[in-house]
């Protein structure tokens, strides 16, 4: 099987824009979420968001194109145009047809929806936009940033809920092992941070009321978590097959070794009982890159801050770690970010290659209340320097959906 390593980041999320001053933040343990400002949400049972701050859409795309693009395509190229600097790779010379592209997204273009349908109603359907079927669709995520990075290798999006990002990194990481591409560009992005995305969750219970102190609000593993935070963002990354990335003089943040998935076949929102699909998942990305569990220094989590979420994964790593899981230093950075839905798998594939890349664990911050049924190391409140050789990235979805990618200090 080919190798394949990491050579290029880029995102775009509520801590910050840009991979340095978001790892900055990341390490510092500070929080992206705080009230809700693109709409009045006073009258909703959760009233703050992960949102996106200072992002001006005129930094990366023309002023046509932001007129022709949902929120949720603007973030993906953004963070594209990012990694493909970071990587070196800004032009594709000679090998367009070798490169692909495949994003996560779990709601697309909601936004653009809700105000064409608000149009509609109000004006008929004449004032609805025509760019809006070409704006809203998941898969204009990567068939954009196709077109701008002239992509012409395998091109598909992955729509599988909170576990889009990591499931599009994994196919990607496929793609390159399997030999249909050299070079992928991956990862998740979301934006639906709408009245009915809002309305719908809340409606739901899945949603945190913490209210009074945002910041405070997103505390998994914590025995007061009670909901998630709904954010937005991208996270994308530049995966390279090793040789072809050796032969550039690439620098190589680390290597994609396994990529597991499963179905719990149990609940259309709650996770099966004892964490029987997070295990099945867990292992089997642990047998695709042929390591024992033992091995495993770091997990990000997938670590909502829902009650059955952050417990049922603790169950499953207990049950394929063993007695390892106590040795284990696992951390949710959605205690930061809040949940980025479809684009949680791709920025958080990032910070497990900055981890290991850095020798930095990041931490699970307002962990204030130990859970005695979530009794392991979630690297409480500060970040950890540690020598990371191998770490593992959970998200699991609404529908019984799991991923789970694992990456390797490259040598």
């Known amino acids: 099987m080919r190798r394949v390593v990491i050579t290029g ?5 509520p801590v910050a824009i840009g991979i340095k001053n978001t790892w900055d933040a990341i390490t510092a343990g500070k929080s ?3 009230y809700i400002t693109k709409f009045d949400a006073t009258e909703f049972t959760s009233q703050v968001a992960g949102e996106v701050k200072g992002f001006d859409p005129k930094e990366f795309l023309d002023a046509k194109e932001i007129k022709r693009t949902d929120l949720f395509v603007q973030y993906a190229l953004a963070a594209t145009k990012m990694a ?10 000679g090998n367009a047809h070798r490169v692909g592209v495949i994003l996560g997204t779990g709601l697309g273009g909601l936004e653009t929806l809700e105000k064409n349908y608000k149009l509609l109603l109000e004006k008929g359907p004449g004032k609805v936009s025509p760019f809006m079927i070409p704006m809203m669709i998941a898969n204009m995520g990567p068939g954009q940033v196709a077109i701008a990075a002239g992509a012409k290798g395998p091109n598909a999006c992955v729509v599988t809920a909170c576990a889009s990002g990591t499931h599009a990194v994994g196919e990607a990481f496929q793609m390159i092992q399997q030999g249909y591409a050299d070079a992928m560009i991956t990862g998740g992005t979301e934006s639906t941070i709408t009245p009915l995305a809002l309305a719908g969750f809340c409606k739901m219970r899945a949603l945190t009321t ?16 009670d909901g998630f935070i709904i954010s937005e963002g991208a996270g994308i990354i530049i995966l390279e097959e090793l040789e072809e990335a050796k032969k550039r003089g690439a620098k190589i943040y680390c290597e994609i070794i396994g990529y597991g998935l499963s179905g719990d076949a149990y609940h259309i929102t709650a996770p099966s009982p004892e964490g029987e699909g997070g295990e099945q998942c867990i292992k089997t990305a642990l047998d695709d890159a042929k390591i024992n569990p033992e091995e495993i220094d770091y997990i990000n989590a997938h670590g909502t801050s829902t009650y059955f979420n952050d417990l049922c994964e603790t169950l499953a790593i207990k049950k394929v770690f063993k007695e390892h899981c106590q040795r284990l230093m696992i951390s949710s950075t959605k205690s930061m970010t809040g949940h980025l839905l479809g684009a949680a798998g791709g920025v ?10 850095n020798g930095v664990v990041p931490p699970t911050i ?13 690297v409480p409140n500060e970040a950890r320097n540690k020598n990371i050789t191998y770490a593992l990235s959970n998200s699991f979805g609404f529908g019984g959906t799991n991923a789970t990618l694992v990456f390797k200090k490259f040598k």
């Open 9 to 13: 980041l880029g995102t775009v999320n």
């Open 32 to 34: 992206g979420v705080d």
């Open 84 to 93: 493909r600097e970071d990587a070196g790779i800004s032009t594709i010379n």
């Open 210 to 225: 913490h209210n009074n102190e945002p910041q405070k609000a997103s505390r998994p593993f914590d025995k007061n978590r």
């Open 348 to 357: 958080e594939a990032i910070f497990a290659a900055l981890a290991i890349k």
């Open 366 to 378: 307002n962990y204030e209340t130990p859970d005695p049924e979530c009794d392991l190391d979630y």
